[in-house]
């Protein structure tokens, strides 16, 4: 129960550090949102005077005009009463709107998630049979050469085949034909971490002497590799594939620009063009919040998986 | 959790049912750079949607040519030097059917003044009346001989103040309710939109029945939208696609220079910048053509003064730096004391002639054509592209030389130019001080007839280019990719214009 609530003051402690962070970076950078509307009011010109008005009279109805401990006291108690406030530009309560994009994002990631579990198992275990064989050569070069090329070109790239080859829909609402390509393209540029991790894991489990023992025992590679040998590997990978997991929901900003899917990052990327506080404070929020829980549900599989954890723990204590 | 997971599949599935209904509808599809977040025509970033999606109308609107034409309203003319009479056309209704008499004009106004601080300062000084039930006055306190181009203005839509009314939330389809040819259907902010044939629109129906707007915020995923076929209609494309689009089947890519000039601000607190000469001789050794043809990729064409991207006055392109002229360059230059050394670089008392040049936006590549230029004239440009707010910033501190910035030259130009060379012009970055601003904008306001008007507004046009505040450079590119199936596409110097049009039609 101690150990409970360590861990969710703990959690809400990050969160704190995080807002007050990013409140501080999302203040400091130039300009404010009545920049973004005054520039976007293309076709007035207006004077100095009455844009000096416009500015002022705006600035005061966002509450902008407070000092920014205030403005920042204020978001948190809010956020704290479960009012994440209203978009400055949609006008719409940014948890509803929030809530509105997170499955698509989160549905997102999931594919893009399986796709690079996937991918990853396969290379590593293709890569781990003949540790430096020719194999596990070409496994690193191209897992090397996938890590060099940027997601927006790999995504840019991979839209362009997949329009010209397969009719791929590129606008459009989250649907089941249109989140195979982004999710592709996701778990691609994740893979190669997570396949490397994998791979230097199986071969060092592989030469554990109970990998060897029962190997000696008669009991066959494939035997060996899924009773002895992969569970106490995907430890590791566990907790990198979490923290992948929580960054593909969140953090696949731009690939959900470039697909055109409708998510909370591609909400985020609008909401920064135009400084949108409210939401980009809490897609921030959410998304820390997210990395935190995940994290700590890697923790808990991962002494599931492997229970020496909790013994190890113990010892050291 | 159960709640996103129950989203998160019901969205899937129903968006994937919807995806398949969409494409067997038949309408028309538009891919656009973004989409509105509400639909209320009293909110500033919402109105300039309504109007290029077709919904909403003002009384007036400004035409390719940048001449004005009644469009809600029958006619609108000047009667009197302060008075402008607007006569609305009979039978028309809004959208819900409601009928658009003299009086929900004035009240839609007056909303529109209240609720949108934009609209409030192009209502500023005038007084709207009603004079029987299609008939109003719109008076100001002095002469307004371009008021028909303030009431053409997209922020001055006409809508049905009753339906707004008590509105708690963003307005949604159900409220919407305006004049234009197409009336919203469906509505998902930043996302997506659906207008159907306004079967009450004052004029002749529109043939297309349905059109979906989707928002692309992506300017490669849009090009690669118009190349696949996947939108009938695909604005603000990237230049970088511009030659494949050239090349595509299926689609023709309309190039519209737009009524706004890329000029590049000097200020002249600048060392390098304050002489007027220095000034005159970056403006001549401004190769436009080939600025247009390599930084717009040809969809744009020479500005040789500040009033030339305005298509009302033709004069204009025969003002300012009609040729490119380097060798004139240097003479100027060299009478302001700015020599080439042994190295071709120009200085002056030993001080080297280098600026700082920002851009931002789509004119980075003009910034560098020009760079380029302007080094073989022997100045030394320092270019760097920078986010508008730190333009905007640098502006402020007064710590800049050079900005790009496109200001629209369409609509009431004597306050256009106001605001570009009187002290107190939002436009005016340099703070110059021309004493002559003043009196050629009231010569222009209480000109006696057409002929001294524009000669006023030339006059004003040849002082920007003789002090040169700015070096007029193109009008902003607009490329937009439209279907062969359609039919009807006219181009036109306002973006908003570009989208959706009365005259469109779907064919085979």
Redesign the interface.
């Known amino acids: 129960m101690r150990a409970l609530l360590r861990s969710l003051a703990g959690t809400a402690g990050m969160l704190l550090v995080a807002s007050a962070v990013v409140f501080a970076m999302v203040r400091s950078a130039p300009g404010d949102p009545v920049d973004v509307q005054l520039g976007e009011s293309g076709g007035i010109s207006l004077s100095r005077e009455d844009e000096d008005r416009i500015r002022a009279e705006r600035l005061v109805e966002l509450g902008l005009d407070r000092s920014l401990p205030e403005q920042y006291a204020l978001w948190l108690a809010r956020m704290v009463g479960g009012d994440w406030g209203t978009s400055y530009r949609t006008g719409q309560p940014v948890l509803d709107e929030m809530l509105d994009r997170l499955p698509a994002s989160v549905a997102l990631g999931t594919a893009g998630f399986a796709v690079a579990v996937v991918l990853a198992c396969g290379l590593a275990l293709l890569a781990g049979r003949r540790p430096d064989g020719p194999v596990d050569q070409v496994v690193r070069l191209a897992t090397l050469a996938t890590v060099a090329v940027p997601s927006f070109l790999l995504g840019t790239l991979a839209l362009q085949v997949a329009t010209g080859t397969t009719g791929y829909r590129i606008a459009g609402p989250a649907s089941l034909d249109r989140i195979w390509l982004p999710a592709l393209v996701l778990g691609i540029a994740v893979t190669p971490t997570m396949s490397r991790v994998l791979r230097a894991s199986l071969v060092a489990e592989r030469g554990r002497l109970y990998a060897v023992a029962a190997l000696a025992r008669g009991a066959s590679p494939g035997r060996t590799l899924l009773r002895h040998v992969l569970r106490p590997a995907v430890g590791p990978v566990l907790i990198l594939g979490g923290l992948a997991f929580a960054s593909l929901v969140t953090g696949s900003i731009i690939t959900e620009a470039v697909f055109t899917w409708p998510g909370v990052g591609l909400f985020a990327v609008d909401a920064i063009a135009a400084q949108d506080y409210p939401v980009v404070q809490a897609y921030v929020v959410l998304a820390t919040a997210l990395v935190v829980l995940v994290n700590r549900g890697v923790d808990l599989a991962g002494r599931l998986v492997d229970p020496r954890q909790d013994a190890r723990a113990e010892a050291v204590a | 959790m159960r709640?996103?997971l129950t989203?998160?599949v019901s969205?899937?599935?129903a968006?994937?049912c919807?995806?398949g209904d969409?494409a067997a509808d038949g309408g028309l599809t538009l891919?656009v750079a973004k989409i509105n977040?509400?639909l209320d025509p009293a909110e500033?970033?919402t109105t300039?949607y309504l109007r290029a999606y077709g919904v909403g109308e003002s009384l007036a609107k400004i035409r390719a040519d940048g001449t004005v034409a009644p469009e809600l309203a029958e006619s609108i003319e000047q009667t009197a030097p302060d008075t402008w009479t607007v006569v609305l056309r009979e039978g028309s209704r809004f959208h819900s059917g409601a009928p658009v008499d003299a009086e929900a004009v004035r009240t839609s106004l007056e909303r529109s003044a209240a609720e949108n601080?934009?609209a409030g300062?192009?209502l500023e000084g005038l007084t709207v009346s009603v004079v029987d039930l299609r008939t109003l006055t719109v008076r100001s306190t002095g002469p307004a001989p371009f008021l028909d181009y303030t009431l053409s203005?997209?922020?001055l839509q006409i809508h049905n103040v009753a339906a707004y009314r008590g509105l708690t939330?963003?307005a949604g389809p159900a409220e919407a309710d305006l004049t234009g040819p197409f009336r919203v259907t469906g509505f998902d902010?930043?996302?997506?939109v659906t207008l159907q044939r306004n079967p009450n629109w004052w004029g002749q129906a529109p043939t297309v029945e349905t059109i979906t707007v989707?928002?692309?915020?992506?300017p490669?995923?849009r090009a690669?939208?118009a190349?696949?076929g996947?939108?009938d209609i695909v604005d603000l494309l990237p230049s970088s696609a511009v030659p494949e689009l050239r090349e595509a089947d299926g689609l023709t890519l309309v190039g519209a220079p737009a009524a706004?000039t890329v000029a590049v601000y000097l200020n002249p607190a600048s060392p390098a910048l304050a002489d007027e000469r220095v000034r005159r001789a970056l403006a001549w050794a401004v190769d436009r053509e080939a600025v247009a043809e390599i930084a717009g990729e040809g969809l744009t064409e020479p500005a040789p003064s500040w009033l030339a991207s305005n298509p009302a006055y033709p004069q204009a392109d025969q003002q300012g730096f009609t040729r490119y002229d380097p060798d004139l360059a240097g003479r100027l230059l060299d009478e302001a004391g700015w020599v080439r050394g042994p190295d071709g670089r120009r200085a002056k008392d030993g001080v080297p002639l280098a600026f700082r040049l920002q851009t931002w936006g789509t004119e980075g590549p003009t910034g560098e054509v020009l760079q380029s230029q302007w080094d073989a004239l022997g100045a030394d440009v320092d270019l760097s592209y920078v986010?508008?707010?730190?333009v905007?910033?640098a502006r402020e501190r007064g710590d800049w030389d050079a900005q790009t910035a496109a200001?629209?030259t369409?609509?009431n130009v004597p306050?256009?130019f106001?605001?570009?060379l009187?002290p107190?012009?939002?436009?005016n970055y340099g703070h110059y001080d021309l004493p002559q601003v003043a009196e050629l904008v009231q010569r222009a306001n209480t000109a006696a007839d057409d002929q001294a008007r524009t000669a006023a507004v030339l006059e004003l046009n040849a002082l920007h280019a003789e002090v040169v505040p700015a070096v007029p450079v193109h009008p902003r590119p607009q490329a937009t990719a439209v279907a062969s199936r359609v039919g009807g596409f006219a181009a036109h110097p306002?973006?908003y214009e570009n989208l959706v049009q009365p005259g469109l039609s779907l064919g085979g």
Not at chain 2, 189 to 192: Q, S, T, V, Y
Not at chain 2, 387 to 390: I, R, S, V
Not at chain 2, 424 to 427: L, N, T
């Open positions: 709640r996103i989203l998160l969205a899937l599935l968006s994937a919807a995806g969409r891919a977040a509400t500033a970033l300039s601080e934009l300062d192009l203005h997209y922020e939330a963003p902010a930043e996302r997506e989707q928002q692309v915020a992506d490669q995923a690669q939208i190349l696949a996947q939108a706004n986010d508008n707010a730190l905007q910033q200001f629209t369409l609509g306050s256009l106001s605001v570009q009187s107190g012009g939002s436009g306002l973006q």
